[in-house]
């Protein structure tokens, strides 16, 4: 295919002004995904105390404790969600454009964050399965929004700096959860303040208006993104590579990046284009196709083993990631009063200032490392360290975690040092590497889509770390629940420094070697398989589950 002048010109741009609007605008539908699913734990607490607290035992070993099988439907509703975003959004981006679709998926957001709080009704089965169907519809669009911001940027961005901003990208998450914790702490302090302190088991009615306000807020940042999002040019990758407008592709860039030169594009680059090029979806009639599909054995012998190492990377990552988030209470326990001795606002108000200290702590300081280091180090140098330090650190935390979440070992703050290590290691290395790898690794016309079908394997693996935990830990009290599982790493291609159309070309060029001299050893590509212990937010419906006995509900990153 012969070079594309403006492709050429974004691979080697300057860092601009426009770059890091780029990362605010894609940066903000995870600023909201995170806020959305990290203050489901408190608000799962105030739930809790309103729907629970009525029945005959209090809803079992506590003030607001949800049974198993409420807290399963919620978690489960939200992730089965999340998997369908993932694959329709991510389709949907390759065939109508990364633009149109991602501002289809924030609509859906804001207007599911506001039904969220809305839940139709204050009766507990109808105000629990209204919330569970706006929960559903909410991992929808959060789902969707991960295939397209990381391709939007991956396609923005240039080839030096291609990781460090996609991984920007991805740490929004994180001030997501900050955002969270300050609006639930906020809301709980005033909350409790106009309400009087009421005793520990005197849940005021003004409660069930608490929660409401906290998940509405959240919509708020997704609103005020909207209109920067459609405004966004489409990218010049997928107008130039899908849509093979080449002349549109560089006049759209050429308004956003000023100080690109990138010249005219002359009619015999565009005609040369458009002959090598495979016909555009829209245009292919019975008599033209395209050079391969996504389901053909061409496809499957170029980017077959890509996928499959980013699909079970991520699945093999979210099972110890969001049990272990699960896990938080067990953490956070021995440093706050029981829930017998606090009222629901204060009890909220703990669970999010856990939240908060863990992000700063430790998450943050994981995401910022490995913005710096990134394309330094490269993808899977960095995923590797970062899996290994997992498993090291998890392994610390499994000995001594019997006597410490018993209570018998007191506050020890080495423990939480121990634990906030793990979310530095899995945000250094693989939570964020298994982000950036399938915006990268892929051509043009399926980048979005294998994005997608990623990060839903990582979604249905937290079904397993997250589900799967808390009913196999039901032998025992239901708000103790531990975490522990096994995951390794392989090798994949390094996709460091490259354009995207030469991580394509690598590709086929390394096949096509290898099958023809026999040189597995040339292949540039490596495979993730598994090599460690537990570890999401992804970041977040597991962050719920682990933050709340009520209602564990998490989101992954």
């Known amino acids: 295919m012969p070079a594309i002048r403006v492709l050429t010109a974004l691979d080697q741009a300057r860092t601009q002004y426009y770059h890091f609007r780029a990362i605010v605008i894609a940066g903000m539908g995870l600023f909201t995904d995170s806020y959305d699913l990290f203050c489901i734990a408190p608000v799962m607490k105030l739930i809790g105390r309103v729907y629970q607290d009525d029945r005959p035992s209090g809803g079992g070993g506590g003030p607001g404790v949800t049974p198993p099988a409420v807290v399963s439907a919620t978690v489960g509703v939200a992730l089965l969600g999340a998997v369908a975003g993932n694959l329709a959004f991510g389709a949907l981006g390759d065939r109508a454009g990364r633009r149109r679709v991602y501002g289809a998926s924030l609509l859906l957001m804001v207007c599911s964050s506001v039904g969220s709080g809305f839940s139709v009704c204050r009766t507990r089965g109808c105000a629990l399965g209204s919330l569970c169907l706006f929960q559903f519809l909410l991992g929808v669009a959060i789902g969707g929004d991960y295939p397209l911001s990381a391709t939007i940027m991956s396609e923005f961005a240039n080839r030096r700096t291609r990781g460090a901003f996609i991984a920007a990208v991805f740490s929004m998450q994180e001030f997501g959860i900050l955002a969270s ?17 009421r005793a520990p088991l005197d849940t005021p009615e003004a409660a069930d208006l608490a929660w409401r306000v906290i998940l509405m807020i959240g919509a708020l940042s997704a609103a005020v993104t909207f209109y920067w999002r459609m405004a966004m040019p489409e990218t010049a990758r997928y107008t130039a590579l899908v849509e093979h407008g080449v002349v549109k592709a560089t006049n759209d860039i050429g308004r956003v990046l000023t100080e690109l030169n990138l010249g005219a594009v002359t009619a015999e680059e565009a005609a040369a284009f458009r002959r090598a090029a495979p016909a555009p979806p829209q245009q292919l ?235 597995a050893g040339q292949r540039c590509q490596q495979e993730l398989v598994s090599s460690e212990l537990p570890k999401s937010p992804a970041s977040v419906v597991s962050s719920h589950l682990s933050t709340s006995p009520i209602h564990p509900h998490r989101f992954s990153v």
């Not at 914790?181 to 302190?197: C, I, L, W």
């Not at 018993?406 to 899995?426: K, M, P």
Request: glycine share 8%; net charge positive.
């Open 285 to 519: 009639g019975r008599a033209a196709s395209p050079s391969y599909g996504l389901f053909s054995q061409r496809f499957l012998r170029r980017h077959g083993r890509d996928l499959f190492a980013c699909a079970s990377a991520w699945f093999l990552l979210d099972i110890p990631y969001y049990s272990s988030t699960l896990f938080q209470s067990q953490i956070y326990h021995p440093w706050f009063p029981p829930a017998e001795r606090v009222n629901a606002f204060q009890e909220a108000f703990n669970v999010a200032k856990f939240q908060a200290i863990i992000a700063v702590a430790s998450t943050i300081p994981g995401y910022f490392a490995a913005v710096l280091l990134i394309d330094r180090v490269g993808r899977r140098r960095l995923q590797m360290a970062g899996f290994l330090l997992m498993a090291v650190f998890l392994f610390a935390l499994a000995g001594p975690c019997d006597r410490y979440c018993r209570g018998h070992g007191g506050a020890d703050a080495w423990y939480i040092v121990l634990y906030a290590l793990t979310f530095f290691s899995a945000n250094l290395g693989p939570n964020t590497t298994t982000f950036i790898l399938p915006a990268e690794l892929f051509p043009a016309r399926f980048r979005s889509t294998c994005h997608g079908i990623s990060g839903a394997a990582g979604k249905l693996s937290a079904l397993v770390g997250a589900i799967g935990f808390l009913w196999a830990s039901q032998d025992r009290d239901r708000r103790k629940v531990l975490a522990g599982y096994d995951l390794r790493a392989r090798h994949r291609h390094e996709t460091m420094g490259r354009s995207l159309e030469e991580n394509e070309s690598e590709n086929d060029d390394s096949r096509s070697h290898a099958a023809g001299e026999g040189g």
């Open 181 to 197: 914790s300050a609006a639930t702490m906020a809301v709980a302090a005033a909350f409790d303040r106009y309400t009087g302190r």
